[in-house]
């Protein structure tokens, strides 16, 4: 009994029951506030992809699928884990709900990591929002090597985890065993942020050798030679030398597909401009999304710590399952997101 | 009398944890990883119109499967059952109604300035 009054908290509620149902009753309303507020970018979608659909499948092919799909992978399994952390709470198992927190927080890092890739890589290929769009068929700066945007992108991350390293450091030597639960999860989350970066940078770079093979392949014509010329350099990645191609087009990323008589040529399509307005679309829905995975990690931190102070059991884990239905929510439209952005033909 | 003491003694104490067994989180888990290979295979094949169809359906069976379960609606009270997916109404009222005559309105939505796309930056000379 006295457990019971312990975690009764603010005393106006009648029963633990009646705790948790009144949060969570109000965490439903805020998702669905969620679902309304990302309802609009589903409408823009929709609006403009049946509009243009050939600009929709003009500009899906600069989305890295296989990126895409090791990001659904990833977010799935920060749902399991997060679920996980719901039972863990309600059971009272204080080590697994600090494991599958900090677990889930890694996901969410390690999503991040791999979103800096993709976003970073089409910024270097000039795949702006609209009126910033670059044409993919006018002679460009070739991008070889590590990508500066990319660079610039991680210098916060890498400074946050020298200070969790150093703070975790500190935690071992002084032996404060919560600080030290709560430093290494930190780190571990710091660090998945990196093998998110390389992750995608390889994925990267294999894709590009991919294409680059295919365009050997199809290098009969003239007009190819200088596209296979530009992939051999792409295929080289980081060991490319910057200077010996000074302005080459990006037209080998351009896979010649069988169309319909009479459809717009992917020229057409660049040239007039319409590919700006989907990764508009494109950075507003998955950057949305990616602030809602930044929020929720600050969310996880704070669950974390107080989940090394045991604050949670079966009569309490509001603030743990509340957050799980939030994270259920954001993993839901990335579930949308994936076939209608990455997945068109 | 003692019987009933004991009766709301335990509804003050009542359970209402459901803690999901482990093979459950797993077998979702799973299911939704395969889902997500299906839906990448499936947008290899040629399917024309279908294949946004097939893709939304997909998506639509993961959807339900992590409310289901990683939500626990199951065990949810029905209130907010019926509050989640009312929102889904409206979504659904939302993009039909703008869909609808989307093709009436179609030049006051269209990007009038942005005709034609930047040549890239060090193009200029």
């Known amino acids: 009994m006295a457990n019971d009054t312990a975690t009764l ?25 969620e679902v309304l507020f990302f309802s609009g ?83 270097d290929m000039g795949l702006f929002t609209a009126g910033f769009y670059e044409s993919q068929f006018l002679p460009g700066p070739a991008h070889t090597g590590l990508s500066s945007y990319l660079v610039r992108l991680c210098i916060l991350p890498a400074v946050l985890a020298a200070g969790c390293a150093l703070w975790y450091a500190f935690a071992l030597v002084t032996r404060r065993k919560r600080m030290t639960e709560i430093a290494g999860a930190m780190l571990v989350t710091a660090l998945c942020f990196f093998l998110g970066v390389f992750t995608g ?34 295929a080289e990645g980081l060991a490319a030398v910057p200077a010996t191609a000074a302005t080459v087009t990006h037209s080998s990323l351009l896979e010649p597909a069988a169309r319909v008589p009479g459809a717009p040529t992917p020229e057409q399509v660049d040239q007039a401009g ?9 950075y507003c829905m ?43 929510l954001v993993d839901l439209i990335w579930i949308y997101l994936f076939p209608l952005l990455y997945l068109i033909k | 009398m003692s019987d009933h003491a004991a009766h709301s003694h335990s509804h003050e104490l009542e359970n209402f944890a459901h803690p999901a067994p482990i093979w459950q989180l797993l077998l979702v ?34 959807a339900v499967l992590v409310m289901l379960f990683f939500m626990h609606m199951l065990h949810d009270k029905p209130l907010n059952v019926i509050i989640f997916i009312s929102a889904f ?37």
Not at chain 1, 288 to 301: D, N, R, S
Not at chain 2, 99 to 105: G, L, P, S, T
Request: with cysteine.
């Open chain 2, 89 to 125: 109404v409206f979504v659904a009222l939302f993009i039909g109604f703008t869909m609808m005559d989307a093709h009436a309105y179609r030049d006051s939505v269209e990007l009038k300035n942005v005709d034609s796309p930047r040549p890239a930056a060090a193009a200029h000379e």
């Open chain 1, 41 to 123: 970018m589903f409408c823009a979608y929709a609006l403009y992809r049946s509009l243009h659909p050939e600009v929709w499948t003009f500009s899906s092919q600069f989305l890295n699928a296989t990126l895409g799909a090791v990001n659904t992978g990833v977010l799935l399994f920060s749902s399991l884990t997060m679920a996980w952390a719901v039972r863990c709470a309600q059971l009272r198992q204080r080590t697994g709900l600090v494991v599958c927190l900090a677990i889930t927080l890694g996901c969410a890092s390690l999503f991040l990591g791999v979103k800096a890739v993709e976003y970073t890589h089409k910024w």
């Open chain 1, 9 to 33: 908290d603010p005393h106006h509620f009648d029963s633990p029951r009646q705790q948790f149902d009144a949060g969570n009753l109000g965490i439903w309303i805020f998702l669905v506030t």
């Open chain 1, 201 to 234: 940078v390889g994925i990267e770079n294999a894709s590009q050798a991919a294409h680059a093979s295919e365009a050997h392949a199809s290098a009969g014509p003239v007009s190819h030679t200088e596209a296979a010329a530009e992939a051999e350099v792409a």
């Open chain 1, 286 to 328: 998955t950057g949305v999304h990616a602030i809602h995975i930044l929020a929720g990690m600050g969310v996880l931190i704070w669950l974390l710590i107080r989940a090394t102070k045991d604050q949670f059991n079966e009569q309490y884990f509001g603030p743990i399952d509340y957050f799980g239905l939030y994270w259920h």
């Open chain 2, 29 to 62: 888990f799973v299911a939704l990883v395969g889902l997500t290979i299906a839906t990448v295979f499936q947008s290899t094949l040629e399917l024309g119109n279908m294949e946004l169809i097939l893709a939304l359906i997909i998506a639509t069976i993961k």
């Open chain 1, 274 to 282: 319409g590919a700006g307005l989907f990764f508009s679309i494109y």
